[in-house]
């Protein structure tokens, strides 16, 4: 351990206020060609390694800034649910492995969702973290996830979901496991409701959620090499005691065997959400719900 990095360094900037506008590293490596690459760069380029194609992890609200017209949108709030339901505890308690993700990612919970523009067409968007424990599925993240596809129907129009997480928060045992059906039946009134819903796979895409709204959608874009499965290629190879497919579970793989619709690099997935999204509407939106003073209208959680 690096005491004078670990725990004297942050202690004086704790006591002096001051705040890293920049990450302790300024150079990122490209985990594919290993190429150093300065992370203004990396950011400017929507976190694309630039040698290799690489797809690094988006922060989530860079990811909807990125998709929304402007980078404007309403945050959609979401309903307070019990932060540990069973008082979990194995290593550590429950509650503070939350304290500790709240703290590292300045979220609540693994999803965020807003209500906007694309092309001046009205969606609601939300994204999974996969910095908030591994982007699992707890009664949190099923709450804020129905409440954003309910927002979507009351609002007539497309629910878009970059999904990203490891599977179900075992700490909230069925409980969490109770959020794949209850996601389920919320895609299905969707349906009913003729509400198109366009999935984006991104890395990585595995266990419950590939059981559930993961793979529900209308049509599916997974990004460039974005790992999507259930069970993890090591377990499977262990079960079959056969030797996978090279490529196996990843984005190239599963669209050429008919799971993913499209692959589409980032840089392009602004404009193609906007167009499957006209095309699933089958007609010219209407423009967006705005105020007399011509602002979004805001969002509550009912």
């Known amino acids: 351990m690096n005491w ?52 690094h992890r988006l922060a989530p ?5 990125s998709m929304f017209d402007n980078g404007e949108y309403e945050p959609v709030e979401f309903p307070a649910v019990p932060p540990d339901p069973l008082k979990f505890r194995d290593e550590r308690r429950y509650v503070d492995r939350l304290k500790e993700a709240k703290q590292k ?4 919970d693994a999803i965020h969702a807003g209500f906007g523009a694309i092309d001046a067409l009205p969606v609601v968007m939300a994204v999974q973290d996969m910095g908030f424990i591994a982007g699992s599925l707890g009664t949190a993240a099923g709450e804020a996830i129905i409440t954003a596809m309910r927002l979507a129907v009351a609002r007539k129009c497309p629910f878009v979901f970059f999904v990203a997480s490891g599977g179900a928060r075992m700490q909230e045992g069925i409980l969490s496991l109770m959020q794949m059906p209850r996601t389920t039946a919320m895609v299905q009134e969707m349906r009913e409701h003729r509400i198109p819903y366009i999935v984006v796979l991104t890395n990585p895409t595995t266990g419950g959620v590939t ?21 993890g290629a090591r377990v499977i190879e262990q079960t079959i005691r056969e030797k996978l497919p090279e490529g196996f579970q990843r984005a190239e793989y599963l669209q050429d065997h008919g799971m993913v619709d499209l692959v589409v690099h980032r840089h392009q997935m602004r404009e193609t959400v906007s167009r499957i999204a006209r095309i699933l509407m089958k007609s010219q939106a ?4 705005m105020s007399n003073s011509g602002a979004l209208v805001p969002i509550s959680a009912e």
């Open 61 to 65: 609200d860079l990811r909807l800034k």
């Open 211 to 231: 059981a559930s709204y993961a793979m529900l959608g209308d049509f599916h874009i997974a990004e460039p090499k974005a790992q999507i499965g259930f069970a």
């Open 286 to 289: 209407a423009p967006a719900p």
């Open 105 to 108: 990612s300045g979220s609540e």
């Open 4 to 55: 004078i990095k670990n725990f004297v360094r942050p202690k004086i900037r704790s006591i002096l206020g001051v705040k890293r506008d920049v990450p302790e590293n300024m150079w990122i490596k490209d985990p594919e060609s290993g190429q150093m690459v300065f992370y203004r760069d990396l950011e400017a380029n929507q976190f694309v390694f630039p040698g290799s194609g690489h797809h």
